[in-house]
Structures are given as structure tokens and as C-alpha cells.
């Protein structure tokens, strides 16, 4: 089993001594990237919780940045100790209660007089032992703890606040403070920290708007502090009242009447100097080294340079996204900067050039409410493992499953990133080749006070065994005015279907697959088809591509691709059918509706009848190639999760992955999953010899997996009738209407039989009497007949 997708950008990283190692906190574990390739080299495991603070053990001289050794923190109530170069751990403490920050002083202040008996840590935790359910007691606790025990008293609380606070802590190690609402609370560290007696002193500095994040000065008491609304405050000289030391105290009562520009309600500061360039909340805030320059960002998505001394600055712009942390290593001409989109760049100093990007899976696109639930957001290369997704600013990443990182990214559209921009531009559905080498996007720019608007429809091609794909093809208004509604590549042509809401669909060809020549490779349209002006919904072609399925609102059409021609119409379901899948290279055929109720159904295109269905609404549906096994993604009713019976099987699981075989309706295997809606699902096919199927959530958290594993298999825990309900039989056509008509003798049905033509029930005359061909209606005496018959009802009456 393979899980990834989880976030980089929770916590701050951190550079190992050497500066060749960067460590990430990823969910329940911390991994180590090398810094020259980006690539992950191992990884920290053992908590059972998101970790929230990484703190690297600093060499205290030049011959110790060999060592490797780190302090962990997590919601698991647990501080642990590392060797990151084994990995080993070397140390639990169990603090009982979840840690969201904590902070070491010793290892800054002293280094090279560490005495582990007086290891103190600061931490920031959640204690909900003495708060009652629904009240609004404080629950966030700062508390100084000894790290010596492995299983810590509740320790000294120096502060209380509504929720869990970061902490931050100076480069010296001789200050610490946690920002809260429009304050921020600093703390002298005492100097033999460990004595239970030696409190640490507090001051607090104010502001009128609420802080977003701020920094200490590593030689001078200087705190920058930024805002919501974008600006940058400057405390100079703070605290050598109340944080003096003894020697210091004289000192500090001559400064007490002087006159301190910008400083607020008697703080404990020189001045205050405000600067003013973000448009919007500053997350970024770190001095250099030297403590010449602060480095601020934001949601600009751009890092500012501030000279300290005068206040000029210059800027990295077109990060992309916006800025989260920056963090120095060791070595001065390294840095680097996470951004919202999961993604930790690093950067060369001082030019402050991206040199290498740790490319984590990138978070989901936010879409207008009209959209949410009609987007086809992932792809995948069932050969490659590799999955397209789309993200924010209009990008689609190619991102490999099997090994966890990015392969490459491709600008669907261009846009600068700027913060609070309306979505003008939405890319609606992603679409990939059975091989991977062409991929097929759909956008829609959305009209403006109703003026404007357009539809496209784009081809990207890629060189064999290369993911980084190039633009062939764009085709403008593919289907007049109305929007796309789903695309689907042929298996072994080069060949595309695309749908519209306005009532037809489009086959692509690529030219090189008409003249057997790969130059000037485009997409054009080989034909256009429509079926009694119903919006076209879902398409999938057959395994073998001879047969193309288009889903036409609620009737389910069959079509020779190449000819254009229509083969057959399925039966109607209840409502629109969104999703159209072949069980591989079976007859079998899996519709799924969704609104107003919805439905997943079963057809055998042979004999043109329903095998089987149930009332789920389905998010994803996926098929093996070579066999008849299909697995589909389903939502779990809010009722039915929650009841007592199966509170224990979904604990908070909103979803459910079911495993088919095209003929049974009896799952074959059940997992629950999390995150669900906006999910998708794909069997991947590279390793001929294992059969896999990768689920990505709706978070774009993702898991691969061996369906016919006994690690993974969840059948026994899960009552599969209770979770599908009951198998549908339910009316259709007329009789969903009017309810059911009486039965027809036994003449009437032979007769019925003889004048059936192939595409048409025999069982159900009246619900496909008009579907079909125009030239191949039922003869007039059968049409007129079983019409009005249908409209009448039978009734026996007595004649006096």
C-alpha cells in the first residue's frame, strides 16, 4: 500500500547542520529531502498523529554538523528524539495532551553546556480536561515542561488563551512569545532555565489590528511584527524594563520618561516604525542572518527584501502562490520559501533564485458553485501511475502516485497570481490517453455583468517516456455556446469524443492518425452527432473502441465512432446520467445518475437490457482492461453512517470504494474512505502481474493499493445491503409516471415480439416506442396501437 499526497506546508521546515538536508513535516511522519536533487531520502515514523513542530539539534562547532540528531512534537500528546541519519529514535516523552508548538531555548542559548538533565521545552497544547462539552473556556495552554522525564507532570502553565497559539522563539534562545488577537506576549528566558524556580518574566507589546506573524531580531531586542491589513510594524529596544537583567535595570529607569515615537499604551519599547507595501495580511516574517534585512510575504505570492536600517526595498515576484514561511539554513547562500500550494522552494542567496523545487501534490482549485459536482478534475495514466490534477491558477500537475512527487506542470491558461481575484477562468474537466501521451483540457471563461464568456476546448502532446506536455490543438467554442460536459479518449486510436449541454457530441481525430505522419500534428472534427436534441451528458468507448456510449440526458446511446452511426438506445433511467464506463472488454456497460435521485446502473449491451442496479450516488467509476471487474466511488448516506450499528466501521468516513464483478451485484470487496466528495478512482496497469487501484480524495490526499489483498480487504465489516439499500427495479418511461399498466395477454405480447425491431424492449413497448432512428420506426398499425393502448386503462363493467 502506498499513501502520499499529504501536505508539505502544516510546519516549518528545517535544514539539517550541514545544510544538505531539508526535513518536512508530512502528516504523521517527517521526511528528509536532499537539498541538491529534491528528492526524498528517508523518512521519521512513530507518531500516530499530524507532527506540528520539527525542531534540528544546532552544532554548537564546525566538526559537529555531522550530527544529525532532531526534537519532534505531535497531536499524539508525544516530543520525540531523532537520529535522521539512520533513522533512529532515541527518545518518547509523553506530555498526555495534543502539542500544536514547542520550542527548546537551551539548544540556542547553550549548545555546548547542554546538560539533558535540564533540558526545558515551552509548548503550546490543548487541555480540554477541565473544559466543558459547548463552553468557551480557554483550552490553549503555554507550558514549560523538563524534558528529562519520559512522562511529564502537567508542568507550569504561563499563559491561557481561547485555542492552541504558535510559538516563536529568538535566534539567541533568549526570548519566546506567541502572538494573540492584536497583541503579542513575549517571555525572558531564564538563564539556567532548568530550575523549576526561575519564572520566565513576560511583557506585552499592542497594536490596533490583528497580528498576523512576527520575528525576532538574532543580535538586537528588535520584533517585526505584520498585520491584517498588510503592514509591517518595527518594535525597537523592547522590553529593557520588564525583561532587564539585574545590571541592566539602572539603565532602563532613565529610558522610562523618554518620549517613544509609535509605541502604544506605555509599551516597553524605544519606537515603533510602520512600513506598508502588502495588500493583504503579511504570514512571512524573518530577519537575515546578519539582522541587515527582514524578509516579509504574503498572499501577493511575493517575497519583499526591507533594508532594516532605511526601509528600501526589493522583491521576488511570481512565486505563484501565496507565501506561508521562510526559512535560513546554515549556510548563507541557502534558503527557502513554502507557499500555500504545497510547494517548498529553494533559494539561492542573495540573488534569491529558485535553484530546486520540492514539489508536493498540489491542493484542488476552488470552482464557482455552478461547477462543483460537473468537473472532471483528475486523470489518470493507468500505464505510468502518474495522475493529471487540476489546480489553482489554471494549472494542470502531472504527479507521480508510485513515488510521491511532481513530474511537471502544464499553464492550461495564463494568469499572474494576485490576491482576492475573482475566478474568471474555470477548467472544467482533464482528460488522458489509454498511453499518456495526449492529454485533452476543457475551460470556460466566465462572462462578465453577463457580456462575453467562452468555451475551450485544448490538446496537449507529449514526447514518448516524457510527461512535460506541449499545446497541439485549440478549438474555440468547440460546441457554439454551450459548455462541455465530459471527454473521453479512444483505446487504441487516436480518437476523442466530447460532449455538450447543448445537445450534441463531437469526435477528434488527430491528422497523423489519418495520414500515418507525425508533422504538423492537429485535432480536427471527424463528425457530429445528436440524439432528439437532448443535452449529451457522459461518453466511454468500448474496450476494444468499436463501440462509443453517449449518455443523452437519461437514455443511454450506442454509436459506430468511425461511421457515426447509431447502433442502438439502451433504456431511460430516472434521472440525467453523469457518468458512462465499459466493464473493460465485456458487454457490460455502468451508468451512474446523481441528481434528484440518484442511481448506479448495470447494462448488458448484448442482450440491451438492465442486469442490475442500486440507488448510490457515485463520484467516480473505473474499469480493468482486461477483465470484468469495475470499481466505483460512492458517497454513504449521512443516515446510514450514522447510525449506532456503524458509527465504529465509518468513524468519520464519509465514503465508500466498492469492487464489482460486471455480472454480480453482490460487491466483491468494500473500503470505506475519507473525503469522498470530489474524490476519483483508477486501476493502474503498468506491472502486469498486479492489478492496483489508486483513490485520490477529495483533498487530493491519495492512496494506491492491491484490491485483492488481505491487507486491505474491508468486506466482512461492512453490511453491503444496508449500504446500497435495495436492488432497483423501479419503473421507467410511462410507468415512473402513471404508475404501472395492466398486463397484455399472451397474443398481444408474441406480437409485440414479431414487431420489436433490435434496438427497442419487447418487454416494455411503451417506454422506447419513439427512441431509435427516424428510418427505423415500428411499423404505423404497431405505433398507433400500443400508443393508445398505453394512454388507456382496462376496466370490466357490468351492462344492466
Excluded at 404505423?780 to 400500443?786: H, S, Y
Amino acid at each position: 500500500m502506498i499513501r502520499g499526497g499529504r501536505s508539505y506546508v502544516t510546519s516549518p521546515p528545517s535544514f539539517s547542520n550541514d545544510a544538505k538536508k531539508l526535513l518536512v513535516c508530512t502528516g504523521n511522519n517527517v521526511s528528509v529531502f536532499s537539498a541538491a536533487t529534491g528528492l526524498q531520502i528517508t523518512s521519521l515514523e512513530g507518531h500516530t498523529a499530524p507532527v506540528t513542530t520539527l525542531i534540528v539539534v544546532p552544532a554548537s562547532s564546525a566538526a559537529q554538523k555531522i550530527l544529525c540528531y532532531c526534537w519532534t512534537a505531535s497531536l499524539d500528546g508525544t516530543i520525540r528524539h531523532w537520529d535522521f541519519s539512520g533513522p533512529e529514535l532515541l527518545k518518547t516523552v509523553d506530555a498526555q495532551v495534543p502539542i500544536y508548538s514547542m520550542v527548546i531555548p537551551c539548544l540556542l542559548s547553550e549548545p555546548q553546556q547542554l546538560d539533558s538533565s535540564k533540558l526545558v521545552a515551552y509548548v503550546s497544547v490543548e487541555d480540554t480536561s477541565l473544559v466543558k462539552e459547548g463552553s468557551k473556556e480557554l483550552r490553549g495552554h503555554i507550558r514549560r515542561f523538563n524534558l528529562a522525564k519520559e512522562r511529564l507532570p502537567r508542568g507550569d502553565t504561563l499563559k491561557e488563551t481561547e485555542e492552541p497559539k504558535s510559538i516563536v522563539i529568538s535566534p539567541s534562545g533568549e526570548f519566546f512569545g506567541i502572538r494573540h488577537k492584536c497583541k503579542i506576549h513575549v517571555w525572558g528566558v531564564p538563564s539556567g532555565g532548568g530550575s523549576r524556580n526561575a519564572l520566565a518574566k513576560k511583557m506585552t507589546l499592542h497594536h490596533t489590528k490583528v497580528i498576523n506573524a512576527f520575528a525576532f531580531h538574532p543580535t538586537e531586542r528588535i520584533i517585526a511584527a505584520g498585520d491584517v491589513t498588510g503592514r509591517v510594524l518595527i518594535w525597537r529596544s523592547f522590553g529593557n524594563r520588564k525583561l532587564a537583567l539585574a545590571s541592566q535595570k539602572k539603565n532602563a529607569r532613565s529610558m522610562v520618561d523618554l518620549d517613544n515615537p509609535g509605541v502604544r499604551d506605555g509599551d516597553d519599547a524605544e519606537s515603533c516604525t510602520t512600513w506598508h507595501w502588502h495588500s493583504a495580511e503579511v504570514n512571512v516574517l524573518n530577519f537575515s542572518s546578519d539582522g541587515a534585512y527582514l524578509y516579509s510575504g504574503g498572499r501577493e505570492g511575493v517575497l519583499v527584501v526591507w533594508q532594516l536600517v532605511t526601509g528600501k526595498k526589493k522583491f521576488l515576484p511570481r512565486i505563484g502562490s501565496p507565501l506561508l514561511y521562510f526559512i535560513w539554513s546554515p549556510e548563507p547562500t541557502l534558503s527557502s520559501v513554502v507557499c500555500a500550494d504545497n510547494q517548498i522552494h529553494l533559494l539561492k542567496m542573495p540573488s534569491m533564485e529558485i535553484s530546486r523545487t520540492i514539489s508536493g501534490i498540489k491542493p484542488p482549485p476552488s470552482l464557482p458553485k455552478m461547477y462543483e459536482g460537473l468537473s472532471s478534475t483528475v486523470a489518470f495514466d493507468r500505464s505510468s501511475g502518474i495522475a493529471a490534477l487540476c489546480t489553482e491558477n489554471y494549472c494542470v500537475q502531472l504527479y507521480n502516485l508510485l513515488n510521491d512527487r511532481g513530474i511537471s506542470e502544464v499553464q492550461v491558461c495564463e494568469r499572474n497570481h494576485q490576491p482576492g481575484d475573482e475566478i474568471t477562468v474555470v477548467v472544467t474537466a482533464v482528460a488522458l490517453s489509454l498511453d499518456g501521451s495526449v492529454m485533452s483540457t476543457t475551460e470556460v471563461k466566465l462572462p462578465e455583468d453577463g457580456i462575453g464568456g467562452l468555451v475551450s476546448l485544448k490538446f496537449w502532446e507529449s514526447e514518448p517516456d516524457n510527461k512535460t506536455f506541449t499545446l497541439s490543438t485549440i478549438v474555440y467554442e468547440p460546441h457554439k455556446d454551450a459548455g462541455v460536459s465530459a471527454i473521453a479518449f479512444h483505446p487504441t486510436r487516436s480518437m476523442a469524443v466530447s460532449t455538450s449541454f447543448g445537445g450534441d457530441f463531437k469526435i477528434w481525430v488527430c491528422n497523423s492518425d489519418k495520414s500515418q505522419t507525425e508533422k504538423d500534428s492537429s485535432w480536427i472534427c471527424h463528425a457530429v452527432g445528436s440524439y432528439k436534441k437532448k443535452p449529451m451528458t457522459a461518453a466511454a468507448f468500448s474496450g476494444d473502441g468499436t463501440v462509443l456510449a453517449v449518455a443523452a440526458e437519461n437514455v443511454i446511446t450506442l454509436w459506430n465512432p468511425v461511421k457515426n452511426m447509431l447502433l442502438s438506445v439502451l433504456g431511460v433511467t430516472l434521472t440525467p446520467i453523469t457518468k458512462l464506463c465499459f466493464v473493460g472488454k465485456s458487454e457490460f456497460l455502468v451508468a451512474a445518475s446523481n441528481f434528484p435521485k440518484p442511481e448506479l446502473s448495470v447494462w448488458n449491451t448484448s442482450k440491451l437490457s438492465l442486469s442490475w442496479s442500486y440507488g448510490l450516488r457515485i463520484e467516480a467509476v473505473t474499469s480493468a482492461v482486461d477483465s470484468s471487474t469495475f470499481a466505483v466511488l460512492a458517497l454513504v448516506p449521512k443516515t446510514f453512517r450514522k447510525s449506532k450499528s456503524k458509527k465504529n466501521i465509518f468513524r468519520g468516513r464519509d465514503g465508500a470504494i466498492l469492487l464489482f464483478n460486471g455480472s454480480d451485484p453482490k460487491p466483491v470487496s468494500i473500503w470505506t474512505v475519507m473525503k469522498a466528495q470530489g474524490g476519483s478512482i483508477s486501476f493502474l496497469e503498468g506491472d502486469k502481474s498486479q492489478l492496483r487501484l489508486a483513490f485520490v480524495n477529495g483533498s487530493h490526499e491519495y492512496v494506491v493499493f492491491d484490491p485483492s489483498s488481505d491487507d486491505t480487504h474491508e468486506r466482512s465489516a461492512i453490511d453491503y445491503e444496508g449500504l446500497v439499500g435495495e436492488e432497483e427495479t423501479g419503473d421507467f418511461g410511462y410507468t415512473s409516471l402513471y404508475g404501472q399498466l395492466p398486463d397484455y395477454d399472451k397474443k398481444r405480447k408474441e406480437d409485440a415480439e414479431s414487431l420489436a425491431t433490435p434496438f427497442i424492449s419487447s418487454e416494455r413497448p411503451w417506454e422506447t416506442i419513439f427512441s431509435g432512428s427516424t428510418l427505423n420506426f415500428p411499423p404505423l398499425q404497431k405505433l398507433c396501437g400500443e400508443f393508445f393502448e398505453s394512454l388507456m386503462e382496462k376496466s370490466n363493467s357490468v351492462v344492466e
